[in-house]
């Protein structure tokens, strides 16, 4: 499985941008999806998590509200939706794949990973 991130970019504060991840092989469908995100000096985090049939969804408490995850098993792709852009968004996002369900992926993470994309957010 490979996982290809794209989407990052400059952006000022209040913009939006929409990152996605186009997987290749036949398990994606079958896969829970994560988006997780690592700024300089802090760990990485879950920033949105989706089922494998894309009716579960989490979102962490700090992105509620203005990030969206999303995804179209047709096209082997997970989206996620970033509005109303902050500059404490500004990190390397990263989308995970978890053949264990979303549960597994909020906590742990799958053992499959994007190359980052770079979302910087000026204030």
């Known amino acids: 499985v490979q996982l290809q991130a794209s989407g990052g970019g400059l952006v000022q504060a209040g913009g939006s941008l929409r990152l996605s991840c186009a997987a290749s092989g036949n398990i994606f469908s079958f896969s829970a999806m994560g988006w997780y995100r690592q700024a300089p000096g802090k760990q990485r985090e879950l920033v949105a998590g989706?089922?494998?049939?894309?009716?579960?969804?989490k979102h962490a408490d700090s992105v509620k509200g203005r990030f969206t995850i999303s995804r179209d098993n047709a096209k082997n792709t997970v989206y996620l939706q970033m509005n109303s852009l902050k500059s404490e968004d500004t990190a390397v996002y990263y989308c995970n794949l978890d053949q264990n369900g979303l549960g597994h992926l909020v906590l742990i993470g799958g053992d499959y990973w994007g190359q980052g994309t770079q979302v910087t957010v000026s204030s």
């Open positions: 989706i089922s494998p049939g894309g009716s579960a969804t």
